[in-house]
Every structure is written in structure tokens, then in C-alpha cells.
């Protein structure tokens, strides 16, 4: 009656619910952008044909030695009007130097006498790409998938500093104040009222928080497993 009464009372919650709202539309929307312009980047840079490539490589490699600090991130948010929307969860980690590398180094493992034959064949540019290099891409497409869709479900610093509404927080933040600083009250739950009729206790709903906040994105991870071992070994391995 515990277990089952925590969990009711958990998903009765107002604020789980705008948490799960929020982390799914962060985790989806920025999932997507991300791999999008990942790969609308590294398949470029893959072309050895690509004038000045080795110069454009090193300038996507410059951010991942140096960044600009909390700071000056803060301060571009900022002025850019995104301070307490769900962009400035998205948009400040859209693009990562190694994940372009990554992704870069697998298409690189794919023979170029495929595009070359498909070309002699009369194939346009975007079949090419639609029909040969997305379908040959898609375990490293999913590894790289996979690794934002969980930062972004995991994330809660970037939600701390930029976000204040409280509709517009999202799942990781309201664990960390339940299990961290055990604010039972960020449940917006009559907890007294509550735990009076179901014999609940605060341990039993935090450990329940937790399990609702991971669930989603453990289901995903068997999905994409088979992609992930290939595309992380061939992508890593190919200079």
C-alpha cells in the first residue's frame, strides 16, 4: 500500500507532470536539432575534396580546449532573450565538437566509390545522401542520439541558472530538490494530508520520484544498444 500510495501521490503532482512536459520536450527537440546539425556538419568535413577542410576542422576544435566560462555564457543568454525559456536549455549545447568528430570519423569509413557509382548512375546529390549516407549512418546517428538524449534528460545546472518559472522546470531539478535538499514541498503535494490517508513516507516518495524520473530514458537505451557498440568502434577508431 506504501509503494502503490507513494506512487499515486507522486503523479498526482502538478509539478511532475510540468517536469515531464518540459525534460521530454528538452530531450526531443534538442535530441533532434543536435544530431541534425552534427551531422549537416561532419558530413562536410568527411569529404577529403573539401577545400581548406584541415582549417574548418581546427576551428570546431578551438571550443573543445577552450571554452568561453559560466560567465560569459550567462551574459550571451542573456542578450539573447532566452533567460527562463526552454531555448536556453536547448540552444547553448546544440552543437559538440566530439560528437562532430565522432560522426565525422565514421562517414569517412564509408567507401566513396559509393557516391562516385551512384553519381555515374545519375543519382542527384540529395538522393545520394538520403539513400546511401543516412541509411550507412544510422549506428552512429543513433550513438550520438543516444548520448544527448540522456544529457539532456539528466541535465539540471543549465535549468538552475537560467530557468525561474516554475512551469517551466524540469524533472532532474525537481529531483535534486526532493532528494538533495528534501523539499517534499516541491511535489506541490498536501504532504500531511497526504501521507495521512495512505501511510506514506517522505522516503518512499522520494524513492519513487526517482524511479519515475529515470524510467523513460532506461526503456529507450535497448532500442538503440545494437547501434551503439558500432558506431562508437568505428567511429572513434578512424582518423
Known sequence: RIVTGAYRAIFASKAIGYGYVNTIFRTVIGTTLSVFLTFCTAYPLANRKLPARTAFTIFYLIPMFFSGGLIPTYLLVRSLGMLDTRLALIVPGLLATFHI???????MTIPSSLEESAMIDGASFFRILVQIIIPLSIPILATIALWVAVHHWNSWFDALIYVRSHTKQ???MLLRRIVIQDEL???????DEVMGQEDITPRSVEAGTVIVTIGPI????PFVQRYFVKGIMIGSLKG
Open 170 to 172: 524540469v524533472l532532474q
Open 218 to 221: 532506461i526503456l529507450v537505451y
Open 185 to 191: 514541498m516541491a511535489l506541490d503535494l498536501e504532504m
Open 101 to 107: 568528430l565522432i560522426m565525422r570519423n565514421f562517414i
